[in-house]
């Protein structure tokens, strides 16, 4: 497979040529002179997303996750992790216990809950929200686990620290009514990641900070819904402005009724209706969200006006870094992995490239 005269887009630059694809690594890449239409991109990267076009993790079989990932693929997303909602333990054990094994685009799961704080529960279902002390998660943390969301001033945040850094996972925070010196205390213990930014956190004061100020003035990452309804476009541009892109991760966060009509779909046991493409609980508490990636992709474009290569960083490269995954570094470069989404200038998805093989085209 060969992309002649792309405008090829790493995260470290921009620049046009030409690349020679052969057995699902990119094989050649040959630079030239000259402007091009098209955008060649490294392959999308969602790393919270409970469901999409009806497909709920939460009531997923091992076939749910592989139809997941073909229909994935017709949104630029070659690397996913579908989220789970608070539940109690035996069922997010049965859950995982059933999904393998994996679409090789499903690179594990991120557990949203249940170690969160019910005062900030959001659309997550509170009889299943409770602290991790106490609990045996020996088994749960067997399957492939790479993000849990929790909150730190919940009892037993410390030693699921300690397991999570012990299995290589991710612990992110969020669902948190944490002041600024807990954020702090935490980030001086390793944690480095903030869920869906700055949703569900205490929010910024002139006296207290709070989370949400911990996020922007401490060196956290973040991850962010980036649909004009979690986030205003004049936040998103000032978290951008202050952070930069090498700190965020674009998610959709999306529920079923993601790529579906609008009407009424399930959460976490939970009702949600969906009307405008805002999906809310019947108290009107937004409930994820019916985003998909191209559109997050273009609307971070035009809230921040970033360069592509930080597009690069903000759609793919920031998320596969902070999942150390050594096989798609969300590079283009020769000998890497050929997982890539062509784009037209107006960024709307014409091919989706995964593994060297062309999965998805809009023509």
Not at 147 to 174: Q, W, Y
Request: aromatic share 8%.
């Amino acid at each position: 497979m060969i992309f002649e005269n792309v405008e090829i887009i790493d995260p470290e630059g921009a620049y046009t040529g030409t690349v020679e694809i052969e057995r699902g690594r990119i094989a050649r890449i040959i630079p030239k002179e000259g402007t091009s239409k098209y955008l060649l991109m490294p392959g999308f990267v969602d790393i919270h997303t409970h469901a999409h076009k009806g497909i709920d993790v939460m009531h997923a079989g091992n076939k749910d996750l592989w139809r997941w990932a073909e229909a994935n693929f017709e949104q630029g997303v070659t690397t996913f992790l579908p989220t789970t909602v608070s539940a109690p333990i035996e069922v997010l054990e049965n859950l995982l216990a059933s999904s393998g094994p994996l679409p090789p685009s499903v690179a594990g799961f991120h557990l949203e809950g249940p170690f969160i704080n019910p005062t900030k529960k959001g659309a997550q279902n509170g009889q299943f929200i409770f602290p991790s002390a106490g609990k045996d998660l020996r088994r749960l943390l067997e399957y492939p686990v790479r993000i849990i969301t929790a909150a730190p001033e919940i009892d037993g945040f410390e030693g699921l620290c300690a397991r999570c850094c012990e299995k290589g996972i991710v612990l992110s925070i969020g669902h948190t009514s944490a002041d600024y010196w807990t954020m702090q205390e935490a980030f001086q213990t390793g944690v480095r990641r903030i869920t869906h930014f700055p949703n569900a956190l205490t929010p910024l004061a002139h006296r207290e900070i709070g989370a949400t100020g911990a996020g922007l003035y401490l060196d956290f990452d973040i991850e962010m819904i980036v649909d004009g309804i979690h986030t205003s476009p004049e936040f998103v541009d000032l978290v951008y402005r202050i952070k930069g892109a090498d700190h965020i991760s674009l998610i959709t966060d999306s529920i079923a009724a993601a790529g579906m009509h609008e009407g009424e779909y399930e959460l976490g046991g939970l009702p949600v209706f969906v009307n405008g493409g805002k999906a809310v609980l019947a108290d009107g508490t937004l409930a994820g969200s019916t985003l998909l990636f191209p559109q997050a992709v273009r609307n971070f474009v035009r809230f921040t006006g970033c360069s592509l290569p930080e597009l690069a960083k903000v759609s793919s490269y920031n998320a596969l870094k902070a999942l150390k995954d050594e096989g798609c570094t969300g590079k283009i470069r020769e000998g890497y992995r050929a997982n890539l989404v062509l784009l037209d200038r107006e960024m709307n998805l014409l091919q989706t490239i995964f593994e060297g093989d062309r999965v998805y085209t809009s023509e």
